[in-house]
């Protein structure tokens, strides 16, 4: 079995995945590519942002990374072992939060250690000390219906970190909650981070939450998506929402994940509008 040397925690090597499109009547078609030699090494504890536009496989990188499917080439490392599949060193946050509706908030955090067999008494003790971690003490025998859409994301963040993962992968967590609660779920995180030293992935289409939350912004191309740039965020931490978004260090920061991802998106509509000319084109050329 192929290994590479753990010098990081994780680590992609040239990542691509295609997909074949139906051409009709059950056929296939030509293929799509939607990812195309990612190259990316994540280090132990490192907090790493991935923005980049609509459809460029920001998703589509993480569930490799998740195990929820295999890259069409390239493989991506673990600890210097190749991820294959699914497994409790990595812990998955959604957009949708993804809890049972049938189990309490402790249930539901629960769920992970009973997979693992941790026995119940230790199970109760592991979870109650998470839905403390991510401010919920007093609602562990709620229903996730009866919390809001900021309390609910706090659940499926302390049933991520419950089982212990290792890589905590984190798609668009908080885009469906209103903007005061966004920053405040984003100041929870970075406490929670600092707390458990746990490695994050995060993927975002907002440069204002990647830039707060990083340690790097990788900035990914259109589809096919790859890692275009790299950029070192310097801002000290512990970082605080009011203090820092106002800085001219920020400010700065930001600018400069703004023109690489503004850059990549003028790129893109560069290549569409010379295809859509070749193809004008070809057509009379033939004739």
């Not at 900035?219 to 790299?230: D, L, Q, R």
Request: proline share 5%.
């Amino acid at each position: 079995m192929a290994t590479a040397q753990p010098t990081a925690k994780i680590i992609a090597k040239g990542v691509g995945q295609s997909y074949r499109r139906k051409s009709g009547f059950g056929r296939s078609g030509d293929a799509y590519v939607a990812l195309r030699d990612v190259h990316l090494q994540v280090e132990s504890g490192e907090f790493l942002s991935i923005v980049g536009p609509s459809g460029c496989g920001k998703s589509t990188f993480l569930d490799i990374i998740a195990g929820l499917s295999a890259a069409s080439e390239g493989t991506i490392f673990l600890d210097g072992k190749p991820i294959r599949q699914p497994d409790l060193d990595r812990g998955i946050v959604l957009q949708g939060y993804a809890l049972f509706p049938w189990r309490t908030i402790q249930e539901n955090v629960e769920f992970g250690l009973e997979i693992k067999k941790t026995p119940k008494r230790e199970r109760r003790e592991i979870s109650r000390r998470f839905i403390e971690l991510v401010g919920l003490k007093g609602f562990e025998e709620r229903f996730p219906h009866e919390l809001s859409g900021g309390m609910k994301q706090r659940v499926a963040i302390a049933r991520a970190l419950a089982y212990d993962p290792e890589v905590l992968l984190m798609d668009e967590p908080f885009a469906a909650v209103d903007a005061q609660t966004r920053e405040n779920l984003q100041e929870e995180l970075l406490r929670i981070w600092e707390e458990t030293g746990k490695t994050i992935i995060f993927v975002t289409h907002s440069i204002d939450e990647a830039v707060f939350l990083s340690d790097r912004v990788a900035v990914m191309t259109g589809s096919p998506g790859t890692i275009k740039e790299i950029i070192p965020i310097t801002l000290p931490r512990p970082r605080k929402n009011a203090s820092l978004r106002s800085s001219p260090e920020y400010n700065w920061v930001r600018h400069n994940v703004y023109e690489s991802l503004h850059n990549v998106n003028h790129e893109e509509r560069k290549n569409v509008e010379a295809h859509d000319v070749a193809e004008a084109i070809a057509p009379t050329a033939s004739l």
